[in-house]
């Protein structure tokens, strides 16, 4: 049937005598509630060719066609992969005729006496019905090809972007840490900071592709909503400071102690709408109010004095790409993605986003969630830092051990000593990174704990830090610095430090990493990784050069033997030989093989052998199944990452 009207259909009729084209032509123009677009061919190859071309609603084949049969057209069109639907025509009744052309892919087999009775139009309502349930069939098939080509695709694309990806952002953060390029630490920092943004944008074209497939699954876990909160008001407050901007998290009514809720994706949208709300707004305010309404949803609004959003513009910043033009500045660049999967994953929690703005005054971002809530849950009101109970909100007071506060800022020397004493702990003082060396050789076994400041003069907080590792030194390090950004905790661990504190220093973050650390000396644990056994040896099986060896440098920053395959055939080479390997890291994207497939082929043969998974994407969680690899990580992978396999391994 034609896209004009479901009326009109388009008829192939296949007959070498005229007069009976005339005759059905007649029958057909008879018929109601059907406009029979009829084309009459007589020969073979013409009307085949027109068969070929699928462009007919129906075809009625007359049996008899001189030298050769309708049977043999039908057959070579079935042979070609036609999908029109085909009615044979006769002059005379013929069972075996009649089941001949059934089998070969005949709709139906009608007597032409017939033509024009209830039994023929019948005969074609039933082909037009099937053929749309057919051409329905195979859209369906299409669609789901189609989704899967994409899905292949995207996992491929993910993978080979993460794999260069790695190898960027791992040697640029090995490089930063380097005493020696600190001449060239702004244009790292560049490099960095944009290989991170473009890690986030692919992340975030992928969870966008996986909310239109309908791909993308939430995982509700228990969360304590004090402390998720408290960690959001930590993370953004730095970045409003750094604009002159005020930034507070308020609760209008009292708050359920816990929530059950995909955290990480509730935290993906709170990010995003107040990332926007920060980035839009040049002075004046940004805060996130935060509800229990009387149908037990938790309502969210982020509300701004920034520059305001054009009316006509409201309908349009949810769709992806979008960005708010002609009134903003370059600086405020992007690529339009967070709002649009805001408001995606806010559906899939059963709320909407929505959005009210005034040019030139700000803008709020509106949106609830549905909680699944016991009657006894308690209710409490918002305190922000706040710790599971009252007394990890103070200071302890009965610990015990000498402390170095490396700060070239009196009042902060003073500030941190007073708030130390009050602990039971003893403090000494060292102006910048020259003199803590120096008490620091002078008395190597005296303090149990250092706080350094990443910002004096002489000799800065991370160029201390790598001397001190260097001399053997590995008691604990603390950073502190009032110039927190997304990944610089991340840095710092990395190079070295066991912890960080942002400026200024809350008292209870304060007395949690006293106790956390105070308390790990005394009972002599380690709290960190600066190196492990050499005992322990890795196979890491990667094709990329540049991501295989940045795998081995920083398997080997942490005392790990590292042998390396570029391939599954090498792969097999090196475990069917006499070495032992702790763990086998292995890319999933192999040239000769899929990772899980071989290390469904290793675990056959040793099932205790530890496997872990390198890859661009999160694969099924099926296939990780079915090939009973250990652990999964997802390129880029970090130091941090390795040292947490380390510690498994380890334990």
């Not at 084949?61 to 042979?79: H, R, V």
């Not at 130390?420 to 149990?448: F, H």
């Not at 000799?459 to 590995?474: A, H």
């Not at 079915?626 to 380890?650: A, F, G, M, Y």
Request: with cysteine; glycine share 4%; hydrophobic share 40%.
């Amino acid at each position: 049937m034609t896209k004009g009207s479901l009326s009109d259909v388009n008829v192939l009729l296949i007959e070498d005598d005229e007069d009976d084209y005339v005759l059905t032509l007649d029958y057909l123009e008879s018929i109601t509630n059907f406009n029979f677009n009829l084309v009459w061919h007589s020969q073979y190859n013409q009307a085949l060719e027109a068969l070929e071309s699928n462009e007919y609603d129906l075809c009625l084949l007359d049996y008899q066609l001189g030298p050769k049969t309708g049977l043999s057209i039908l057959k070579e069109a079935k042979a070609r992969d036609v999908h029109t639907p085909i009615i044979m025509l006769t002059g005379q009744s013929d069972a075996v005729l009649d089941d001949e052309a059934l089998k070969a892919g005949a709709e139906d087999f009608v007597l032409k006496s017939e033509i024009g009775s209830v039994r023929f139009i019948r005969s074609i309502r039933y082909a037009l019905a099937r053929k749309e349930l057919e051409l329905e069939r195979l859209e369906r098939l299409r669609v789901e090809s189609d989704i899967r080509a994409k899905d292949r695709f995207l996992a491929h694309l993910s993978h080979e972007l993460r794999t260069p990806l790695t190898s960027i952002l791992g040697y640029t953060n090995l490089l930063l840490s380097r005493q020696e390029l600190e001449n060239v630490k702004p244009e790292l920092s560049i490099i960095n900071n944009n290989s991170e943004h473009l890690l986030s944008l692919l992340n975030d074209v992928l969870d966008l592709s996986k909310i239109n497939e309908n791909n993308l699954q939430l995982n509700a876990e228990d969360v304590c909503l004090n402390s998720f909160l408290s960690d959001l008001h930590s993370l953004f407050k730095m970045a409003a400071a750094k604009k002159g901007l005020s930034f507070n998290i308020e609760a209008k009514t009292l708050l359920p102690k816990n929530v059950r809720v995909d955290k990480t994706r509730l935290k993906q949208i709170l990010i995003n709408i107040i990332y926007n709300a920060i980035k839009f707004t040049s002075s004046g305010f940004v805060k996130v109010e935060i509800a229990l309404n009387e149908s037990s949803k938790l309502e969210f609004k982020v509300i701004d004095s920034g520059i305001g959003i054009p009316q006509e513009k409201l309908k349009r910043i949810f769709k992806p790409f979008e960005q708010v033009q002609n009134v903003t500045t370059r600086s405020d660049e992007g690529a339009g993605l967070g709002l649009a999967i805001s408001s995606a994953l806010i559906a899939l929690m059963g709320g909407k986003l929505e959005v009210s703005s005034t040019l030139g005054e700000g803008s709020e971002f509106g949106f609830f969630i549905a909680l699944d809530m016991a009657d006894e849950t308690t209710l409490e009101p918002l305190r922000l830092n706040d710790a599971k109970n009252d007394e990890e909100d103070s200071l302890p007071s009965d610990l015990n051990g000498h402390i170095l506060i490396v700060e070239d800022m009196s009042e902060i020397q003073m500030l941190m000593r007073t708030l130390i004493g009050q602990t039971g702990a003893t403090a000494d003082i060292a102006s910048d990174g020259v003199e803590a060396l120096e008490i620091l050789k002078r008395n190597p076994d005296k303090y149990d704990l250092v706080f350094m400041d990443l910002h004096m003069p002489r000799m800065d907080g991370r160029d201390t830090l790598v001397t001190l590792r260097q001399s053997g030194l590995e008691l604990p390090v603390i950073a502190l610095t009032a110039a927190a950004q997304k990944g610089t905790k991340e840095e710092l661990i990395a190079l070295g430090f066991n912890d960080m504190l942002s400026k200024p220093v809350s008292v209870p973050e304060l007395g949690r990493c006293l106790k956390n650390y105070l308390n790990a000396q005394q009972n002599s644990e380690v709290t960190h990784i600066d190196s492990v056994s050499d005992e322990l040896t890795f196979l890491v099986v990667e094709d990329d050069a540049d991501a295989r060896n940045l795998l081995e440098l920083l398997l080997n920053s942490q005392q790990v033997n590292v042998v390396t395959a570029d391939s599954a055939q090498a792969c097999r080479q090196h475990i069917n030989g006499t070495q032992k390997f702790d763990t086998i890291l292995m890319d999933i994207g192999l040239p000769d093989a899929s990772g899980l497939s071989l290390a469904k082929e290793i675990k056959s043969q040793n099932r205790e052998q530890h496997i872990v998974i390198a890859s661009g994407f999160d694969p099924e969680p099926e296939m990780l199944a079915e090939s009973q690899v250990d652990d999964v990580l997802l390129k880029p992978i970090t130091l941090i990452d390795l040292q947490t396999i380390i510690e498994s391994l380890q334990r």
